[in-house]
């Protein structure tokens, strides 16, 4: 008999840290819940579904507390011979990077819920597909901030992807399916790119785990380096794709505007929050060898997409049929060059330290930016066209809701008394000037200015005298009521104490 390679063959058994993956896996499994539980129930109780999408959420995010309270948890590991392991050979690490983003996405994605459960209705949209697919993207972009090797990196970012596809097309318009091949056929080559470049990697350094390519790369023999060059610049097309970086940004604006109003929310913070930590995985850790290169690269990427964004938005007509879910998608990518600068500053300075302005700022947006989209979500019901117009006047007639959004709008602009959204650009600017890179915080500091145009410019219209059409009032639902009172108020009171999320930055991720 063939003698076994190790001592011990018990070793080599996984024992699955059942509390690590528990906000994926409650998730997933809320997702199946739902699918079965609509083949059952009556066409009138299935508005019942919206809420247990969000109930499950919401457990998910419960089950971050334990992991937020103790040391980081790691699971799926390669095992030597002895049986001891190494988060450095793990599949999921869930520390706190891995704990924020799935802060981000868990509860990216139970607004998004909040929101769409009247439009599920209005728009006589597929409740339980609808309803399935959401739980399914938000698995995987809760699953991929914790993923450290670029198969479930890959994995997790088709998982947040696919679902998506579907989401757009439910608009029976035509829009939604012109909209979704769009989305689609971008990502898709996106995604062959993105294998195209891990094949290369997986040669040149002969592992998929982000820390042993790091220690590959840095021992590489000279006849691969052009390969494993080749490679990482392919990986990071394709995330850069993800995030909506210049010039992977042309699909977004059709896309968002083809959607329901509430997945065009949840792709501009939770897609793009999937995209982002994915970025940041491979960039620090993975290729950390090429720091300088991938530095300038994607400081580049920054000035290029927070430029041709906000020149975007600018051309947006306040006239126009979607035109306020269109300002929302250019300013979405402008927002994209902000949350790409610390990244380039961790390339430049060579360390992980500039990440937590990504993280801070991300949690920022997340919040202003699913507030404002909620707004025009309530609005549309009434005005169906969405145009920018059709604000005007927003305070006279529903006051509090034209107050939420003007507070949203400071915040993206970063004007008083919006002040997170101020602190938040200063800590990103700063990163940028602690690196070296002056002239990108230059560049920002510009486009920081020139955006307050748009975002003023809509703020004034909600307390312009109203037009001659009167809107018609129609009550609140209580998805949307509670919505807004969340991101209003989260808003506040981050403005008010923006230590909360700042002190992210001081904080270590990894």
């Known amino acids: ?64 507390l334990p992991l937020a309270r103790g040391n980081t948890r790691s699971t799926f590991c390669v095992q030597n011979v002895t049986g001891a392991t190494d988060n450095a050979a793990c599949s999921y690490v869930a520390d706190h990077f891995a704990l924020v983003f799935q802060l981000l996405a868990l509860g990216g994605a139970l607004i998004t819920a909040l929101i769409s459960i009247h439009t599920v209705d209005e728009e006589e949209l597929p409740g339980g597909e609808y309803w399935f697919l959401l739980l399914s993207s938000a698995t995987g972009a809760a699953l991929l901030p914790a993923a450290r090797d670029l198969a479930t990196l890959i994995v997790a970012l088709e998982v947040v992807s696919l679902p998506a596809f579907a989401l757009v097309a439910l608009r029976r318009d035509g829009r939604g399916a012109e909209a979704a091949l769009k989305f689609f056929l971008s990502s898709v080559t996106a995604t062959a790119v993105m294998l195209l470049g891990v094949s290369f990697v997986y040669a040149a350094t002969g592992s998929l785990h982000l820390t042993a390519i790091a220690d590959g790369l840095a021992h590489v023999p000279a006849q691969l380096k052009p390969l494993a060059e080749a490679g990482a610049a392919l990986t990071l097309v394709g995330f850069a794709f993800k995030v909506a970086a210049v010039p992977f940004h042309f699909w977004l604006p059709d896309t968002y505007t083809g959607s329901p109003v509430p997945i065009a929310g949840y792709l501009s913070v939770v897609s793009k929050a999937a995209g982002l930590a994915g970025l940041a995985l491979v960039t620090t850790i993975a290729f950390h060898q090429y720091g300088h290169t991938w530095g300038i690269a994607l400081g580049v990427l920054a000035a290029l997409t927070m430029t041709v964004g906000n020149v975007g938005a600018l051309r947006q007509r306040a006239d126009t049929r979607h035109s306020a879910v269109r300002l929302l998608a250019w ?76 507070f949203f709008l400071l915040c993206l602009g970063g004007l008083p008394p919006g002040v997170v959204g101020l602190f938040g650009k200063v800590v990103v600017f700063r990163s940028a000037v602690d690196a070296g890179l002056g002239w990108l915080a230059v560049t920002m500091a510009v486009n920081v200015v020139v955006a307050l145009y748009y975002y003023l410019a809509w703020t004034a219209k909600l ?48």
């Open 463 to 510: 307390f312009a005298p109203a037009g001659t059409e009167a809107q018609q009032q129609r009550r609140t639902p209580a998805g949307l009521t509670v919505t807004l009172a969340l991101t209003a108020s989260a808003a506040v009171v981050l403005s008010v104490a923006p230590q909360l999320v700042l002190q992210v930055v001081s904080g270590t991720l990894f």
């Open 331 to 406: 300013s979405s990518i402008s927002q994209a060059g902000y949350l790409l600068v610390p990244l380039a500053a961790a390339g430049a300075a060579r360390s992980t330290a500039p990440i937590g302005a990504t993280v801070a700022y991300a949690l920022i947006y997340a919040v202003v930016n699913l507030g404002a989209f909620a707004v025009v979500a309530a609005v549309a019901r009434t005005a169906p066209a969405a145009r920018i117009d059709d604000f005007r006047g927003l305070f006279t007639h529903r006051r509090w809701t034209a107050l939420g959004l003007a």
């Open 1 to 64: 008999m063939t003698p076994l390679a190790v001592a011990d063959p018990g070793s080599l058994i996984q024992s699955v840290d059942w509390v690590a993956i528990a906000p994926p896996l409650i998730a997933a499994l809320a997702a199946l819940a739902v699918l079965l539980a609509d083949l059952f129930l009556p066409a009138a109780r299935k508005k019942v579904l919206g809420w247990a999408t969000a109930g499950g959420l919401a457990l998910a995010l419960i089950a971050l």
